[in-house]
């Protein structure tokens, strides 16, 4: 059985990427990231999820984001959202998706693990340049010039398998896997119980997928 990296977030998007790492016959190795964002109950949530659906083991990472700020999830100063925007909004954590994939090149160096996940979206999103197809593609040409298991000939690979799905398709999809969205936590500002605003860029996706996939929605609302 081989071994795979999954970025785990403990929303819908990568909830639905370890269920399919693990359906694709991986050992799964599911890596979250706290870097002290404002909706931190998602920690929580990600440690129920890897529980739930079978993964291997379950590592959280500190990395303190707040000492560069520049987000409204790293920086309480900045107010989230709650009406589209245009352009990229605040809710970017710069370079995240970087960091994230970086943390998780290294662990699976360590045990061997050449295949990585990760639950970005390039279709139904907020315009993050860091979930388009263009930066997977080359974060997986750097990761095999930048590492002693690329060098020496392995195949690394980074795998993004909603990136070009709509939430409609990822809910239907997760769905048909056993995940239960009722334990993840998508909103942006969630409460320390994990409860939803209802307002901000992310329920708003979350809301309208479930609505277009024909599912009824079971996200715990603040109100």
Known sequence: MSSAIILLSGGLDSATVLAQAIAA???CYALSVDYRQRHRAELVAASRIAAL?????HRVIPLDLRAIGGSA??????????????????TYVPARNTLMLALALAYGEVIGANDLYIGVNAVDYSGYPDCRPEFIAAFQTMARLATKTGVEGAAITVHAPIIGMSKAQIIRVGTQLGVDYAMTVSCYQADDDGRACARCDSCRLRREGFEAAGIADPTRYQS
Do not use: F, M, Q
């Open 73 to 90: 999830l790293t920086d309480d100063a900045i107010p989230v959202p709650e009406s589209p925007t245009t352009g990229i909004p605040v």
């Open 25 to 27: 016959g991986h050992r």
């Open 53 to 57: 659906l079978g993964a291997y083991e």
